[in-house]
């Protein structure tokens, strides 16, 4: 008579289990032993290693990869830097996209840290991601024609303020614009106001010169930073004489071209 293969007997190799007490999970070679939800390697053969990860593991893993990373590489982080130019303190916050945020020059550099923080929230200074910008902006501010081309990371802004945005910086060096000039080239004749608040929002001033954009009458009109601060930056450009704030004939008032 052949054995019954499944009978048990008293000598069985299987490994008995005392109530309440766990197994080890060495005892079961190649198993996968599952505690709280997270699946954990137990003694894999190393002739067939396993490729099952639970998922929790696996955001784990994934979290740690993220936390790992430089700050280049890591798509969530942003970076700022904070230095002096010869008319005050500015920062500057970038994305892994583009250049997030300008600040208008400050007295004090915790005044940029302050508004870096309350726009931005935490970030990571790293004052080598910005060093070409850095130095173009200190030539700037000495009076030397320099040109901002940087990618920018205007996530968040309406499609209105983007395309004003970006119709601002075609403005070259040394000339202005009118509001209204600005809505015409948007399509929006009627539309100067809403140019006006675009400019205002403005996240990155200089890189986006509102400040070469006045009102049809040629005066200064609004800044962020205050109109004496406009002014200056006009002077620098070589768009206000510096005995009277009067617009030099450079300034450009006609019809989109």
Request: hydrophobic letters at 40%.
């Amino acid at each position: 008579m052949k054995p019954d293969i499944h009978a048990t007997t008293a000598n069985s190799a299987s490994p008995t289990i005392k109530k309440g007490r766990t197994p080890s999970p060495l005892s079961h070679p190649g198993a996968l032993w599952a505690r709280r939800g997270d699946w954990v390697m137990a003694a894999c053969p190393l002739s067939r290693p396993s490729v099952l990860l639970g998922r929790r593991w696996e955001r784990v893993r994934v979290r740690a990869l993220r936390r790992s990373a430089t700050p280049e590489a890591r798509t969530d982080t942003v970076l700022s830097t904070i230095f002096e130019v010869d008319f005050g303190w500015l920062g500057l916050a970038r994305s892994i996209v583009g250049i997030k945020l300008v600040t208008l020059p400050k007295e004090r550099r915790e005044d940029c840290l302050t508004e870096i923080e309350a726009q931005l929230g935490h970030t990571t200074p790293d004052h080598s991601a910005f060093a070409d910008l850095r130095s173009r902006l200190c030539d700037y501010f000495r009076g030397i024609p320099v040109t901002f081309s940087d990618p920018l990371d205007l996530s968040g802004a309406t499609p209105f303020r983007r395309a004003a945005w970006e119709a601002a910086r075609t403005i070259p060096y040394g000339e202005t614009r009118s509001y209204a000039w600005l809505a015409g080239t948007l399509g929006k004749p009627g539309g100067a106001r809403a140019v006006g608040q675009a400019m205002g929002a403005n996240p990155v001033p200089l890189i986006v010169p509102c400040h070469r954009v006045v009102g049809s009458d040629g005066g200064l009109c609004g800044f962020g930073g205050g109109l004496d601060l406009k002014a200056h930056l006009l002077r620098l450009e070589g768009v206000l004489a510096d005995e009277a704030d009067a617009i030099l004939p450079r300034l450009h008032m006609g019809r989109p071209e």
